[in-house]
């Protein structure tokens, strides 16, 4: 199994065309190689560190002109540096200011001291910090480098603010979260806000840390894009600027087969919703003509329930063998509702087989849950025409190593499960995160909480299969699902049903 991430140097090529520097997301691993090229570039490091703690300063003033006191807890690294020098800057714009550190101050070394000798006080010890009312604590405790759990002397500042209720604002990230996996190492502060450098790292987009970087501001320090942009790794923000060159053309000339014909399976009489959903999306996804695909005996069950969307009666391998004779239908959505697990792996096989694309969703991938590397054997090679769309629950079905690997981020999870199956993946939830199998992976932020509701993922699996049918290539098709996915959800509000989904599919976004 070809694990091992070695993305192209052509990739660098890819991102290019798609470069928007507020898209990227930057490990603290991308993050010491941009540094490292920072200052071979001459860039002075400290001044970095000096626009960085003025920024946190300039945010707290501006975010927080009520508070009695601005309370700067300072860590043992450089984030703890950014820390002195926004005591520094309170201090000149007149605030009132305390400054406790964890650990010996006089054993900081580099930028931080010199920090630390510009601020001129000397800070108390972390434990002597009683909360007041009025306070305002100013996070730069630990940031990037947070290596391991938090030691006990932050556990019981975290723990003290966060009964005093007391607003926190994080230099770069809130302490305790790690900046790769955005997960709680021993506790961490819940931050009204985090003010971080130049791009947002995975930590304030992976859950939990998403929730507990409360806003992310993110400021220029001064590094230039161009670095960023070389260093930075594979992954990004889930926008439309990564994918907007790789929309469907809609010209005026368009044919309902140009636009491509999607097939959707549908379950037995007893579950044949999940398959209209998704088939419903599909046709307002941008699919030219959609067809359910229905056993015999959910015929009637489906047929009573269809406008625009076409109905065949297909119950069995050898009637799907002859409608792959028909090489307009291009793209397959299997899973949502399906049920038979045998018939889902003899389908993903036939359709693998005459090179169609598939999305397998729900159900189909459950049907591989003994097999998994059938599954990916069969969509080996050549373009990537499998999309896989598990939950968490689902992953583990398919990936149970990955998923049983506590060192892994979900970024790194996405990525290798990508690699392994030959398939664009969409690893699901409030963080979905999308990747490619060479390497490339976005995270999506546009979804509101109350998109998660039954059948919202037949509808995304719909969406899928209609951009896959239009010629997207795999990636972008799923990226650009989850995205309108979202979107819709936004736009059918609070209390949706999933059934309000299809309608509320916007259009492409404005190029
Ligand atoms: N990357 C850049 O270009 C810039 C980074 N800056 C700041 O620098 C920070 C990163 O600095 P560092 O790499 O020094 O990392 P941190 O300051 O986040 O922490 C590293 C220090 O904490 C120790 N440590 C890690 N985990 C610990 C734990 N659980 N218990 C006790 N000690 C622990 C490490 O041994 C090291 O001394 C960023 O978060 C940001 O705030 C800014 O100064 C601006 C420029
Ligand atoms: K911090």
Not at 174 to 191: C, H, K, L, N, W
Not at 431 to 440: C, H, L, S, W, Y
């Amino acid at each position: 199994m070809a694990d091992d991430l070695a993305p192209a140097a052509s990739l660098q090529a890819w991102w290019g065309m798609h470069q928007e520097i507020d898209t990227l997301i930057i490990t603290p691993r991308d993050m010491g190689r941009i540094d490292a090229a920072a200052a071979a570039s001459g860039l002075a490091s400290y001044g970095l560190m000096e626009r960085a703690g003025q920024a946190v300063a300039a945010a707290a003033l501006r975010r927080f002109p009520g508070a009695h006191r601005f309370v700067v807890l300072c860590g043992p690294g450089n984030n703890g540096g950014d820390g002195y020098v926004a005591a520094r800057a309170l201090e000149a714009a007149g605030a009132e200011v305390a400054v406790h550190a964890l650990g010996d101050p006089s054993a900081l070394r580099g930028d931080a001291a010199i920090a630390l000798r510009h601020f001129g006080g000397a800070p108390r010890a972390l434990a002597e910090y009683g909360p007041r009312p009025g306070d305002v604590v100013v996070d730069a405790l630990f940031g990037a480098g947070l290596s391991r759990d938090l030691p006990d002397e932050a556990v019981q500042v975290v723990e003290a603010v966060r009964r005093h209720a007391l607003p926190v604002l994080a230099v770069d990230l809130p302490s305790g979260i790690d900046g790769r996996t955005g997960e709680v190492r021993g506790a961490a502060f819940e931050a009204v806000a985090t003010v971080t450098f130049m791009c947002r790292k995975p930590g304030h987009l992976l859950l939990p840390g998403r929730t507990l970087s409360g806003d992310v501001e993110v400021f220029d320090i001064g590094i230039p894009g161009r670095i960023l942009a070389v260093h930075a790794g594979h992954v990004r923000v889930n926008t439309p600027y990564v994918w907007r060159l790789a929309e469907p053309q809609q010209t005026g000339a368009t044919h309902k087969y140009v636009r491509g014909h999607l097939a959707v399976f549908s379950g037995p009489a007893t579950a044949t919703g999940a398959a209209r959903l998704s088939a419903a999306a599909g046709l307002r996804a941008g699919a030219g003509l959609v067809t359910v695909l229905s056993p015999t005996d959910a015929l009637f069950a489906n047929a009573a329930r269809l406008t625009g969307v076409m109905l065949k009666d297909v119950d069995g391998e050898a009637d799907l063998a002859a409608l792959l004779e028909d090489e307009r239908l291009k793209t397959f959505v299997l899973g949502p509702g399906f049920g038979d697990a045998g018939r889902a792996r003899a389908y993903a096989g036939l359709i693998a087989a005459k090179g169609r694309r598939l999305v397998l969703d729900a159900d189909g991938i459950s049907a591989f849950r003994d097999t998994p590397d059938a599954l990916f054997g069969l969509f080996a090679g050549g373009d990537t025409r499998l999309v896989l769309t598990p939950h968490d629950g689902e992953f583990a079905r398919l990936f149970p190593d990955l998923a049983g690997d506590g060192t892994l981020s979900k970024i790194d999870r996405a990525q290798k499960a990508a690699a392994r199956s030959h398939a664009a993946v969409i690893l699901k939830g409030a963080d979905t995160v999308i990747a490619a199998p060479d390497g490339r992976a976005l995270v999506n932020e546009n979804a509101p909480p109350w998109l998660a509701t039954a059948g919202s993922g037949d509808v995304l699996a719909g969406i899928v299969g209609a951009h896959l049918t239009q010629g997207m290539p795999a990636f972008e098709a799923a990226a650009s699902a989850v995205w309108r996915h979202g979107e819709a959800g936004s736009i059918a509000g609070k209390g949706l049903t999933a059934e309000d989904l299809p309608e509320a599919i916007p259009p492409w976004p404005a190029a």
